[in-house]
Structures are given as C-alpha cells and as structure tokens.
C-alpha cells in the first residue's frame, strides 16, 4: 500500500492512518510535523476500495477496532487517538 | 478534496447545527476554529457520501451501514455522559461548553463491523398486550408508541431511520 512520506528526523518507522476530514487526525499530523519527525501517512477515506481494504488489514493488525488516528510505531507499538503526551513519548529519540 | 468549501457554507451549516443544538440542550465545542473545521468536514461528507458521517470516522458509503454514524452518532450521548465530548468533540458537555475543563480523547464506542446491530430491525419481540409498538430513537433515547415512528425526532431532530422497535 502507497503510502505518503514526510521527511525529518529518524525516529525509527513511524506509520499513520488517518482520514483527511477528521480533525484529531490534523492534530496529529501537525505535531508529528511540529516534532520534524520523519514519518509514512495515508488518508484511508480517500483511498479507492482495494487500498482501502488494505490499509484497513493492516491496520487491523494493530487497533481492530480501525479508528482514526493510530500511529504504527516500528511495526509494533499502536497509539490510538490524538494522545499527545504518548506520541511524545513514544517518538523522543535516545 | 474535490472542491473548496466557502466559509458561508459552513457559516450556514454552523448556525443551523448551533441552534439545533441549543434547542434540544445540546453544546457545541466553544472552539469556534476546531468546530468550523468539523462542520467544514461534515459537509465534504455530506457530498461525498449523500449524508454528514462522522468526520473522525470511516464511513463506507452504504447508507444503511453507516446510519450509527450519521451526525448526531448514536454514540453521542453516551460519550458525552462518560468523557464530556463527542467522539470528534462536535458536541461537548455544558461544563466544557462553559469553559470549565477540556475535553480529553474519547475512546472508539462503535463495535467493530461484525458486532454492530442493524437499523431498525429490532431483537426485541412486540409484547402481544400492548396496543401500539413503542419505538426508540437510537441518537437520543426518545420513546414514542404509535404504529410509525415519527418523521423527524421531536427531540433531537433527527430522521425516522434512526429509531429502533423498543417495545
């Protein structure tokens, strides 16, 4: 699945699901920006259903529930929601 | 997006959302910024899908799929009940209205896709004594027993589809 890359500091692979009308999912992005963290989106609603489909298996894998935003952090950790203090947490760097 | 939405057309839906609101004890997020930016959302929605689904939600563009989320959401009473907020925090509790606390992030309440109850199709069977069937609406809990359920909500205006057999 293609998936939107923004460029900034390495804090591992950090992947976003997101909707492009939802706005905890803006609040997101722009902290994520704001952190100048490099990181991997993809707006699910605008995806045609196949990548849909996709995006939503795997997802799935980390928040059955495929609520928006969750923020895939090296395959593994899954933050649901604009929490902002985990986020920080999470992408902090050594 | 496929097309700019005017700041009029949101002034429009806004201020019918708002008085809506304040006509059914409903508040909307005193965050003028965040809450145009939703109605804005509601609106792209609304074109994209044929209604306003839930912005922070994925709607699948089968009307009858994604009643539940269908602004005002089913789960908007509950939600403002237990964390002050709606999902997306269109709607807020009145302490939060007012300015007293923030409304902090509100766990998804919509059962996963296998798990959701249709409609209005109901689990409930009619109770053979009563003369009328009672119907629920599912957005704001108003009863009403009578052969239909009514057009519009009297209360929380929203349309018939969202009622459930209850009785």
């Known amino acids: 699945m293609e998936m ?4 900034g500091k390495d804090r591992g692979d950090v992947a976003l699901f997101t909707l492009s009308t939802c706005i905890w999912c803006k609040k997101t992005k722009a ?4 952190m100048a963290v490099s990181y991997r989106f993809v707006d699910v609603d605008l995806l045609e259903s196949t990548q849909r489909e996709k995006a939503l298996e795997e997802l799935k894998r980390f928040n059955p529930l495929c609520s928006f935003p969750s923020l895939v952090v090296n395959n593994s950790t899954c933050i649901v929601g604009f929490d902002e203090k985990k986020i920080k947490e999470a992408l902090k760097g050594e | 997006m496929s097309r700019e939405i005017t700041p009029e057309e949101i002034d429009d839906l806004y201020a019918t959302i708002r008085e809506q609101a304040a006509s059914s004890g409903y508040f909307l997020n005193p965050d003028e910024v ?3 930016d939703l109605v804005r959302s509601l609106i792209v929605n ?3 899908y044929g209604y306003p689904s839930c912005p922070c939600r994925l709607a699948s563009g089968i009307a009858t ?7 005002p959401c089913d789960y908007r ?3 403002l009940a237990e964390a002050g907020a709606c999902f997306c925090a269109l709607y807020v ?3 939060i209205a007012k300015g007293e606390g923030k409304a902090g992030p509100v766990p ?5 896709p296998e798990e959701r109850r249709p409609g209005r199709s109901s689990t409930v069977s009619p109770g053979a004594s009563l003369s009328y069937p009672v119907w629920r609406c599912r957005v704001c809990g108003y009863l009403c027993a009578r052969d239909e359920p009514p057009e519009i909500c009297p209360i929380c205006k929203v349309k018939k589809e969202r009622f459930e057999r209850f009785m």
């Open chain 2, 93 to 95: 509790s009145e302490s």
């Open chain 2, 34 to 36: 965040f809450t145009r």
């Open chain 2, 65 to 71: 799929e994604d009643a539940d989320i269908v602004c």
């Open chain 1, 31 to 34: 902290l994520l920006q704001e």
């Open chain 2, 108 to 112: 998804e309440r919509r059962p996963a």
């Open chain 2, 77 to 79: 009473d509950p939600d």
């Open chain 2, 46 to 48: 609304r074109e994209r």
């Open chain 1, 4 to 7: 939107n890359r923004i460029d």
